[in-house]
């Protein structure tokens, strides 16, 4: 009896396995069918031109996405010109087969973008280069659950809103992040940093969240300054990380985290 009973159970559970997995296969299909709606990214470009609300689910975007292409713009210095994206922006899982273009120099002339309103991407995969260097984010930023598959840069960035997040994201290829200046909390919870990542220079002004991320290469997180508390709760670092010369002037938490190669922090103040 007792073996008929174990062997029912056995059956029960492949059965259910199998249909778990056929479930995953259908929902991933559904996924890809869903992304197999294309659209080319001169649409965009031109909503980004006369300021529509940017709203796109499930679909694949052709070409380069171009930020600048907004007319609402001004020189703030003779080698400066600032472009403000007034439009509300939310892409869900898309995929980006082109660049996102939020900043270039023309000529003399340094093109970068103020975003006025939300920018958010979830569970985006960005196939090509991502570039938002010296941006200003005024509203919510969200880009959890995405993939960058390319070389991807946020420097001298500023994130002025009181959320940001970067949960879950797995940055492929190099990343910056340095001299960015975050005045509300950050949160890249569970993300995967592949390649080269640096952070150096940056100012954190609200709640810095690295709690189990994993950095699969050099991270530099030199020269920075947490203002608020910040955590790298169940943290890995596989290969050389360096807080050299940073700050942190908060409530500071490495708890489980676990450092595999060269871990340094030189001429760090704690004071908290």
């Keep these: 009896m ?3 009973i174990l062997a029912i159970i056995g059956l029960l559970f492949l ?6 997995q056929e479930q995953s296969k259908t929902e991933t299909k559904q996924k890809q069918e869903a ?3 294309i659209i080319q990214a001169t ?6 031109k006369n300021q529509e609300v940017i709203l796109y689910k499930d679909v694949t975007i052709v070409g380069d996405v171009n930020f600048l292409a907004s007319d609402d713009a001004n020189l703030a210095t003779p080698f400066l010109k600032t472009h403000y994206i007034n439009s509300s922006i ?5 995929t980006f087969k082109g660049k996102l273009i939020a900043k270039k120099t023309i000529g003399e002339i340094i093109n970068i973008c103020n975003f006025k309103k939300n920018a958010t991407f979830i569970n985006c995969t960005f196939q090509d280069t991502v570039n938002f260097s010296y941006s200003d984010f005024y509203g919510l930023v969200n880009f959890s659950g995405s993939i960058f598959q390319e070389h991807t840069n946020f420097e001298a ?7 940001n997040y970067f949960r879950k994201v797995q940055f492929e290829k190099p990343l910056k992040f340095n001299m960015i200046s975050v005045f509300g909390d950050i949160d890249f919870f569970k993300s995967i940093f592949d390649d080269k990542v640096r952070f150096q220079q940056t100012k954190f002004n609200g709640i810095s969240n690295f709690g189990a991320t994993i950095f699969n290469s050099d991270a530099d997180f030199t020269h920075i ?4 508390d910040v955590f790298f709760n169940y943290t890995e670092f596989y290969k050389t990380v360096s807080f050299n010369n940073s700050i942190f002037n908060r409530r500071t938490e490495f ?3 676990k450092f595999n190669f060269i871990s340094k922090f030189k001429d760090c103040f704690f004071y908290k």
């Design 15 to 20: 059965f259910a396995c199998s249909n778990n």
């Design 225 to 228: 300054k947490f203002n608020d």
């Design 35 to 37: 992304r197999a709606n």
């Design 43 to 48: 649409e965009i470009n031109n909503k980004i």
């Design 2 to 4: 007792t073996k008929n």
């Design 90 to 94: 939310l892409f869900h899982n898309c």
């Design 255 to 257: 708890m489980s985290a």
């Design 157 to 163: 960035s500023s994130f002025n809103y009181k959320k």
